[in-house]
């Protein structure tokens, strides 16, 4: 394949729109762990409830969900691949 500026240019963009994210993302989930590990009185309901939730959630439930979220990546990935032999 002969160089191109447009697949650097796309290749550029799609680390940086991914590492923005990932610090987003981190920085997100770092504000809620130090806000629900606070010490006053509704962090500690809210960690409860949290907690309790995730007890409660079956995987049997929500079997079908996680079924259809494979099946998309396994056919995004053949599309990748795909794209890539042409």
Do not use: E, N, P
Request: aromatic share 16%.
């Amino acid at each position: 394949m002969s160089w191109d500026l447009f697949y650097l240019f796309r290749y550029l963009l799609c680390l940086v729109c991914g590492v923005y994210a990932l610090i987003k993302i981190c920085q997100g989930l770092w504000r809620w762990r130090r806000w629900l590990w606070a010490d006053h009185r509704t962090a500690g309901m809210l960690r409860s409830y949290l907690l309790l939730q995730l007890v409660r959630t079956r995987l049997r439930r929500h079997s079908l969900d996680i079924l259809q979220v494979v099946i998309l990546i396994g056919l995004f990935w053949q599309l990748i691949l795909w794209h890539r032999r042409m």
